[in-house]
């Protein structure tokens, strides 16, 4: 007993000699203990730990777009999984009615594959911890860790799940896509600094059929389109990105909105309305551009109703400074604190250049009512390949209007309406507008057709009166 006592009086005399010895020693070398301390716990737990574990986040690690792979396990184990779950989320799909039941944070979940069990958990966002601590986050802080799914299993089944069982849960999750594919709307927000996608069912009415144009144009889009869809090893073949650029132009109401919606219809691709007053730089705008998927139609609807300016002079006096920075600047709008800019050369990259071939089966469409106010640079041909003339309501696509509205294919009025529509600049909205019916009571074709009749005669006196008389435009052209 006595020896015992001894045994621990001389280890508390070498613990107390050893922490007067470590008080006095730098303090670099406190630092350096510490470092190699923590260095070698984990080092010694993982070779006595016999799992492992691989983390997937949202973000991919520049945090610059979203991670796929994120969003295919959430797929994946949506389908598979959530039975024995009990802690689950639940809200509303893009389809009407349609319940989503998803993991909540922190809900762990187990999947068998090939014999060997794996445990999954999805972890919600977190902020890094300094000195005990956790900081508190400005927006856009990137200290913020998004959530993340951890997959832990066992070390000796490390090469099952590299190379079998996280390719399955990819190559499931393609199959779940494509059985469960819904066309969708998207429009571009900012929050908290950042530019986002958010979307919508799109579900437009509208088809070719229905669109009032001539009919030998309309072929000719149709066939340009379907080409397109099936040119992939063609693309691949010449050297470009599989890519088509689309100019819509004419005058407001002649169907360039919808004939977008006629292209998704036929194509059956998403749209995304970008919106680009509301994007910070360029910066901003390539991560939108890499966060849209293959197989859609990228609008920006009226490009030229956007502000803009040259940042350097083009004549003039400052010619001579042609060359130090020739950028087409897109202005946001007054309130918009960031004083960022979307540049012309950003935009052109954005469509043509570097940047347009991350990713793939895309087409670009710009819709203006003014063509002549375009900078050359943005619709030369290879980047907008084809010009779309979208014009006034002529005889040919006022029939296909009748036949949409009315379930007709010939009337009496129709000699006296070709006449007053191929005299008369109308748009296919206004006419559209004549034949729907009013109030309570459905107009039947007879009534519709003479109200557009008596229509088209009042807007045909209006432009005559408005014309200057012969007389003095003679004497104009004299003087």
Known sequence: MALSVDKWVGFGSAMAGFGLLWSRMPEHVHDEARYIIS????????????????????????????????????IYLRSTCLDVASKLKAELGNKKDDLLISLDD???????????????????????????TIISLLPGDSDEQPRCYRLVFHKRHRKLVLDSYLPSVIRQWRELIAKNRQRLLFTNYSREGKSHWINVPYNPPATF???????????????????????????????????????????????????????????????YDLDLTSIKDNAELRKLFLDTRDKSIIVIEEIDAIEVE???????????????????VIKLSDNNKDNGKVTLSGLLSFVDGLWSACGS??????????????????????????????????????????KSYLDITNHSLFGELGQLLNEIDTTPADVADNLMPRGKRRREADDCLAGLVETLKKNKAKMKSAAPPMDSMEEAKEE
């Open 209 to 271: 059929d229905m669109l009032a144009m001539d009919h030998s144009k309309k072929d000719e889009v149709m066939e340009d389109l379907k080409a397109f869809s099936r040119a992939k090893e063609y693309h691949s073949k010449v050297g470009k990105a599989w890519k088509r650029g689309y100019l819509l132009h004419g005058p407001p109401g002649t169907g360039k909105s919808t004939m977008i919606g006629a292209m998704a219809n036929l194509l059956d691709y998403d749209v």
């Open 361 to 402: 089966e895309r087409i670009f469409v710009f819709t203006t009512n003014h063509v002549d106010r375009l900078d050359p640079a943005l619709i030369r041909r290879g980047r907008m390949d084809r010009h779309i003339e979208m014009s006034y309501c002529r005889f040919e696509a006022f029939k296909m209007l009748g």
């Open 310 to 328: 040259l940042t350097a002079k083009r004549h003039g006096k400052e010619a001579a400074e042609e060359n130090s920075d020739k950028h087409l």
């Open 39 to 74: 260095s070698l716990v984990p080092m010694l737990m993982s070779y006595f730990n016999p799992y492992q574990q691989i983390s997937i986040s949202e973000l991919d690690a520049e945090r610059f777009r979203r991670n796929k792979l994120f969003d295919a396990v959430s």
């Open 106 to 132: 922190n809900q762990g979940v187990v999947d068998n594959f090939d014999g060997a069990r794996m445990w999954w958990r999805l972890c919600p966002k977190s902020s890094k911890k300094r000195g005990g």
